[in-house]
Nanobody
């Protein structure tokens, strides 16, 4: 079974930082698209950041550019999202996802066949 398990969510003050991690198991791929998504209550799930596991490309939503950094630790099979300069609008449930089959597309959640359970990030106003 392919499994993705997230950790690192919680609360942080505006301007603070959090680091999310997603450990993966059950599959291997030489070039897998890994992504972070988020969904706030009443809103659509949106792409935040993505990366190929071979390190060839990364992408970010405009709303997080310069603040968030996605990285892949292949030795640990772990996807990370370093979130700095947090804002209240970053409050959402954050999900990691994997697509071993097609190219990374930031705002197409249905294409990702594998998902984690989600971890809550809260930045009070």
């Amino acid at each position: 079974q392919v499994q993705l398990v997230e950790s690192g969510g919680g609360s942080a003050q505006a301007g603070g930082s959090l680091r999310l991690s997603c450990t993966t198991s059950g599959y291997t791929s030489s070039r897998t698209c890994m992504g972070w998504f988020r969904q706030a209550p009443g809103k659509e799930r949106e792409g935040v950041a993505g990366i190929y596991t071979d390190g060839s490309y990364t992408y970010y939503a405009n709303s997080v550019k310069g603040r968030f950094t996605i990285s892949q630790d292949n030795a640990k099979n772990t996807l990370n999202l370093q979130m700095n300069s947090l804002k209240p609008e970053d409050t959402a449930m954050y999900y990691c996802a994997a697509d071993p089959y097609t190219a990374c597309v930031i705002n197409n959640p249905p294409k990702y066949p594998y998902w984690g359970q989600g971890t809550q990030v809260t930045v009070p106003s």
